[in-house]
């Protein structure tokens, strides 16, 4: 009798235990169904409600001078310092949120510093100025226009200011950069993807100009408008050197944004590295430097964490409006400017002609899902250029490379 009462009394345990396991994984699955559902509206208000970031990374400030790689420095890591090309009869835009009050006499005190061409920089507002200083958008502006510069010291600099982060500025921003001259429109900022980001690419199919943006700075993952196929999509990368800029090394930076669109398909140049991307956009295309550790000294005397003058700053901001400054040498160097998807077309095909002389080949690294390996990858894409290979071979086509490629 004893035991049988201690078994009914075990049963009676075992099954409150089972209900009680039942309420909590009700609780929980409603909770996660919750939170399933707030994602998928926050991904389909997007359209209206989708706010940029600026992909920027400090490591450190000083008062006393420049702090961080020199544009000495990088021109001879990536062969700049051997290319005649300087940008000149060019037109870069930058695309930025809130732009700095200072830019003008942070340009000047930059070009000073490194002995560069005076700077030809216009400010414009298409939507109105900003009713506000962001410290975080002024020091990712001077870099934009600082590093564009200092690629292409003689090429003009139109820097377009967005009143706001939307999405309705940026590409009204964009649009008045496309309308007033640019060659090549660079993009330091992004956000995340959303289901209606397709009917924006008409705004980077612009004959004669190359729309270029960053891949992201938090890792694996996917940004927009880097994601789009006609934005040329940059990651980043560690470069070490030694004192004179000579290039030692270079490996994947783990915050280099990379991966697939969950919306974008695969366009025609990615369909050599369709074993890799899929059926979607893979990001990025190629690379630059881009981790604080080995950050560029950047000037910007509007406070930022109450910190001004000298900033050793990366983030794949930084290739941005670098590469920006290497596809006005690309035009310069031309009979014609290059359109976006053409001028991305035209890596890949040179990727898939004449890599090792062209590129350096990232081997090493990671943003988390994704490893930098030989070839291609979805953490630094084709790699880093070598410019003074690259630039002639990409002028010595004079014509689209891959001009009988389909778009798509």
Same mark, same amino acid.
């Given at each position: 009798?004893? %035991?049988?009462?201690?078994?009914?009394?075990?049963?009676?345990? /075992?099954?409150?235990? @089972? /209900?009680?396991?039942?309420?909590?994984?009700?609780? $929980?699955?409603?909770?996660?169904?919750?939170?399933?559902?707030?994602?998928?509206?926050?991904?389909?208000?997007?359209?209206?409600?989708?706010?940029?970031? #600026?992909?920027?990374?400090?490591?450190?400030?000083?008062? @006393?001078?420049?702090?961080?790689?020199?544009?000495?420095?990088?021109?001879?890591?990536?062969? /700049?310092?051997?290319?005649?090309?300087?940008?000149?009869?060019?037109?870069?835009?930058?695309?930025?949120?809130?732009?700095?009050?200072?830019?003008?006499?942070? /340009?000047?005190?930059?070009?000073?510093?490194?002995?560069?061409?005076?700077?030809? $920089?216009?400010?414009?507002?298409?939507?109105?100025?900003?009713?506000?200083?962001?410290?975080?958008?002024? $020091?990712?502006? =001077?870099?934009?226009?600082?590093?564009?510069?200092?690629?292409?010291?003689? =090429?003009?600099? @139109?820097?377009?200011?967005?009143?706001?982060?939307?999405?309705?500025?940026?590409?009204?921003? %964009?649009?008045?950069?496309?309308?007033?001259? =640019?060659?090549?429109?660079?993009?330091?900022?992004?956000?995340?993807?959303?289901?209606?980001?397709?009917?924006?690419?008409?705004?980077?199919?612009?004959?004669?100009?190359?729309?270029?943006?960053?891949?992201?700075?938090?890792?694996?993952?996917?940004?927009?408008?880097?994601?789009?196929?006609?934005?040329?999509?940059?990651?980043?990368?560690?470069?070490?050197?030694?004192?004179?800029?000579?290039?030692?090394?270079?490996?994947?930076?783990?915050?280099?944004?990379?991966?697939?669109?969950?919306?974008?398909?695969?366009?025609?140049?990615?369909?050599?590295?369709?074993?890799?991307?899929?059926?979607?956009?893979?990001?990025?295309?190629?690379?630059?430097?881009?981790?604080?550790?080995?950050?560029?000294?950047?000037?910007?005397?509007?406070?930022?964490?109450?910190?001004?003058?000298?900033?050793?700053?990366?983030?794949?901001?930084?290739?941005?409006?670098?590469? =920006?400054?290497?596809?006005?040498?690309?035009?310069?160097?031309?009979?014609?400017?290059?359109?976006?998807?053409?001028? %991305?077309?035209?890596?890949?095909?040179?990727?898939?002609?004449?890599?090792?002389?062209?590129?350096?080949? %990232?081997?090493?690294?990671?943003?988390?899902?994704?490893?930098?390996? #030989?070839?291609?990858?979805?953490?630094?894409?084709?790699?880093?250029?070598?410019?003074?290979? $690259?630039?002639?071979?990409?002028?010595?086509?004079?014509?689209?490379?891959?001009?009988?490629?389909?778009?798509?």
């Amino acid at each position: 009798m004893v %035991i049988k009462k201690r078994g009914a009394i075990m049963n009676k345990s /075992l099954r409150t235990l @089972l /209900l009680l396991g039942l309420i909590f994984t009700t609780t $929980l699955t409603s909770t996660n169904t919750l939170a399933k559902a707030s994602n998928t509206s926050t991904i389909t208000k997007t359209q209206t409600t989708w706010n940029a970031r #600026p992909l920027i990374k400090v490591k450190r400030s000083s008062s @006393l001078g420049p702090v961080g790689y020199t544009p000495s420095q990088i021109r001879n890591a990536y062969g /700049l310092n051997q290319v005649s090309a300087n940008g000149k009869g060019q037109t870069i835009a930058i695309v930025d949120s809130y732009g700095s009050p200072t830019i003008q006499n942070d /340009l000047t005190t930059f070009s000073n510093q490194f002995g560069l061409f005076k700077a030809n $920089l216009t400010v414009a507002y298409p939507t109105g100025k900003p009713s506000k200083t962001d410290g975080g958008w002024a $020091l990712e502006t =001077a870099m934009d226009v600082e590093w564009a510069h200092a690629i292409a010291p003689n =090429a003009n600099i @139109l820097l377009c200011v967005a009143k706001s982060t939307s999405t309705n500025d940026l590409v009204a921003a %964009i649009d008045y950069a496309s309308a007033h001259g =640019a060659q090549v429109v660079s993009n330091s900022w992004g956000g995340n993807e959303f289901s209606g980001e397709s009917s924006y690419d008409s705004h980077f199919q612009h004959s004669g100009i190359v729309y270029v943006a960053s891949a992201g700075d938090n890792g694996s993952g996917v940004e927009w408008p880097a994601v789009s196929p006609d934005v040329l999509s940059v990651g980043g990368t560690t470069l070490n050197i030694d004192s004179q800029g000579t290039y030692q090394s270079e490996s994947g930076w783990s915050g280099s944004g990379g991966g697939t669109s969950d919306y974008e398909l695969t366009p025609s140049y990615q369909n050599s590295v369709a074993s890799i991307v899929g059926d979607y956009r893979g990001n990025p295309d190629i690379s630059w430097d881009a981790d604080p550790n080995t950050g560029v000294a950047v000037c910007s005397t509007t406070k930022y964490n109450n910190e001004s003058g000298w900033f050793q700053v990366g983030g794949t901001s930084l290739g941005s409006p670098s590469w =920006a400054g290497l596809i006005a040498l690309f035009d310069q160097s031309r009979s014609s400017a290059l359109s976006s998807f053409d001028a %991305i077309s035209n890596l890949y095909s040179v990727a898939n002609s004449a890599y090792s002389t062209e590129y350096n080949d %990232i081997t090493t690294g990671s943003n988390g899902d994704f490893d930098a390996q #030989p070839g291609y990858d979805l953490v630094t894409g084709i790699g880093t250029p070598k410019a003074n290979a $690259l630039v002639p071979y990409i002028t010595k086509s004079n014509s689209k490379i891959n001009k009988e490629v389909e778009r798509k």
